[in-house]
């Protein structure tokens, strides 16, 4: 069965580092989305892309955050600097798009801790 | 703005019993709905769906959901809850225009023996 893959599963990093995320999601699917989870809370879309363009990205801090889908397959979601409060579980998820289902499937994600 | 509620923060069941857990939504349209289950550590993985039509849904592991209109609601069910059911359970909404998930707070569920 497909999955969708990212790395590193878990990262420590110290506050003003910069850390980058990666994401391979279900070949073929159209839409990938990020998202921040902090523990206790449901998950937060950060970033969504169609293809390769962002369609929502509403809640990225954009000064620290960025994301790219450079070819509409894989994606990266860069922080720098990371600060404390960034400490979360960061899941990527991806549907095939199109407007025919909005289910998603999501990776193992990627634990972060800011020391 | 819509929005997703689910009223327990933790649930304690004993296993075999049946378990509900609750999920309100807000969204003036009909919603599309979900039902996700997360295991410690790990990412979500669907359980069930609703678009349209029966407002009772079968999942995967034994779930059901049932929407209820007039209620705003989305409970999820299991007869018979196992201790391998034990994790966290996150009810969601799609909005059909903007194709935004909002996921709701989630439920923890212990499973005592």
């Known amino acids: 069965e497909a999955e969708v893959a990212q790395s590193p599963r878990y990262k420590i990093t110290e506050k003003s580092q910069a850390v980058a995320f990666w994401c391979d999601p279900i070949s073929g699917h159209a839409t990938l989305y990020w998202y921040r989870q902090i523990l206790g809370q449901g998950p937060e879309l950060l970033v969504q892309?169609?293809?390769?363009?962002?369609?929502?990205d509403s809640q990225l801090p954009k000064d620290r955050f960025s994301a790219e889908r450079l070819k509409g397959v894989d994606s990266t979601l860069k922080i720098q600097p990371a600060e404390l409060g960034d400490s979360a579980m960061y899941l990527c998820?991806?549907?095939?798009?199109?407007?025919?289902?909005?289910?998603?499937?999501f990776g193992p994600g990627t634990r972060l801790t800011v020391t | 703005a819509q929005s997703v509620t689910q009223p327990d923060i933790h649930i304690t069941v004993s296993e075999g019993a049946s378990l509900e857990l609750r999920c309100n939504y807000s969204?003036?349209?009909?919603?599309?709905l979900f039902w996700y289950v997360q295991s410690p550590g790990q990412g979500l993985q669907l359980l069930l769906k609703y678009f349209s039509g029966d407002t009772l849904v079968q999942g995967i592991k034994g779930f059901e959901a049932e929407f209820k209109r007039s209620q705003s609601s989305f409970n999820l069910r299991k007869p018979s809850v196992h201790w391998s059911d034990a994790a966290e359970y996150f009810c969601a909404v799609v909005n059909t225009g903007g194709f935004k998930t909002i996921f709701g707070a989630g439920t923890r569920l212990f499973v005592k023996a």
């Open positions: 969204y003036g349209a009909t919603p599309y």
């Open positions: 998820a991806s549907s095939p798009g199109g407007g025919q289902t909005y289910e998603q499937y």
């Open positions: 892309f169609q293809d390769e363009s962002v369609v929502d």
